[in-house]
């Protein structure tokens, strides 16, 4: 399975580390690329990082899945470029898995993708969302195509819950037991 990751500057920082090392943890390969026209973002806590690649060297149909970390640079910087309207609808458009977390399902939600899915959102952000049922209460939810999760909290189940999405809940708890340094 091949993952694509999209960032801008203010990414919340545990959102992108901790679900990504949950899949690279299950041997997954995630390309990091950046939507800022250089390869350094820089996180809500202001750590500088090094991505992978700008958005325009990206093949999207080399990918299997999308993940949009959230954080201010959701809301902030991702909302107001174009170019990630477009990845979003490649990604929607040819029936592949979109998952975010925290604001950054609200991306996918204001396109309308919603409409008759289950969906959570950091709260506040379901009012800009075309739409969906709003489960406010859920930490992760799966829907479809689509994987949200609510918030920073749950980022390692969100890795856990793509696991599951490709590979079954045996192999997502084998990987969970793992990670809590379970055999």
Same mark, same amino acid.
């Given at each position: 399975m091949k993952g694509l990751v999209i960032v801008g500057d203010l990414f919340e920082d545990?959102?992108? $580390?901790?679900?990504?090392?949950?899949?690279?943890?299950?041997?997954?390969? $995630?390309?990091?690329?950046?939507?800022?026209?250089?390869?350094?973002? $820089?996180?809500?806590?202001?750590?500088?990082? +090094?991505?992978?690649?700008l958005i325009e060297e990206i093949n999207l149909q080399d990918y299997d899945f999308l993940f949009i970390p959230g954080g201010p640079g959701s809301f902030k910087i991702l909302a107001n470029i174009k170019e990630v309207d477009d990845v979003i609808d490649y990604f929607v458009n040819h029936n592949k898995l979109v998952t975010a977390i925290c604001a950054a399902p609200m991306l996918i939600g204001r396109r309308g993708y919603f409409k008759g899915q +289950?969906?959570?959102?950091h709260p506040g952000f379901e009012q800009n969302i075309v739409g969906g049922n709003y489960l406010r209460d859920q930490g992760v939810v799966v829907s479809n195509k689509f994987i949200t999760a609510k918030s920073m909290y749950y980022s390692i189940e969100l890795g856990l819950k793509i696991i599951e999405y490709y590979y079954g809940q045996k192999e997502s708890e084998k990987l969970r037991l793992s990670l809590q340094g379970e055999k």
């Open positions: 545990t959102e992108l $580390i901790g679900t990504i090392d949950v899949l690279l943890r299950h041997n997954e390969s $995630i390309t990091i690329a950046s939507m800022m026209k250089r390869k350094e973002v $820089i996180s809500k806590c202001g750590i500088k990082m +090094n991505v992978d690649a +289950n969906y959570t959102v």
